[in-house]
């Protein structure tokens, strides 16, 4: 069952040819990492998955909806931007709560969302804290409880460990699988690092010139010569 599906989409930029006749599908519940190097289309992949643009040929769908036909209000995407992007104004527990203030629940819900969002990335103990009192990987859980506290039907993961040090990294990277693991959540992680790809998804598409040119399980890939 495909939560995400790619067909024959193409997107251009004037003269520029970001996508070339993509043909894509991601499975519910899978890491389907997006890795290929700067300027290859992976950004604009993750616009148009999240309606933020729309194709110049080609149709997207999101749990079988044309994302073009689904209203801003009913889109449920959880995205982790690179750098995490927190409000250095609000507290953790304020950042989280922020994705949930169009949800209209009662104060106590939401709370209690919250912080069960925030136990889930073991940051329940800081919720008072303001993000510039917050490590780079304390952060980061801060960020990625921010993006699942809505229970998205597609989490987005941008090039997410790229502030953090190789140790955190690597920390962080199991770290996010086992979360995403536990909530069996659709996740795209886009990356132009190889390891990080092969090593946290079930499968990875190889993006180069707009074009995929390889869509596999890491061992797949790693066995082609
Ligand atoms: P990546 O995220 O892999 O670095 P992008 O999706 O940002 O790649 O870009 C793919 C190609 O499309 C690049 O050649 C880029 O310059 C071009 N591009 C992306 N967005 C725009 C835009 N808004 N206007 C013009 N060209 C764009
Ligand atoms: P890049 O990620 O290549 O730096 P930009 O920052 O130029 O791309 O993003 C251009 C537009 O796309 C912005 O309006 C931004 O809100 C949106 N955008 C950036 N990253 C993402 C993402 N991961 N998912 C959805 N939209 C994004």
Redesign the pocket.
Known sequence: QADVVLAGVE?R??N????RSMDLSIERGELFA?L????????????LIAGF?QPSAGRVFVRGNDVTRIPSSKRNFGIVFQGFALFPHMTVAQNVGFGLRMRKLQKSEMKQRVMSALELVGLDHLADRYPRQLSGGQQQRAALARAIVIEPDVLVLDEPMSALDKILRDRMQVEIRRIQQRLKMTTIL?T?DQEEALGMADRVGV?NG?RIEQVGTPRSIYETP
């Open positions: 997107k930029y004037g520029t040819i970001a996508l997006l290929g190097p700067s300027g290859c289309g992976k950004s604009t992949t993750l616009r643009e886009v132009h993006l707009g």
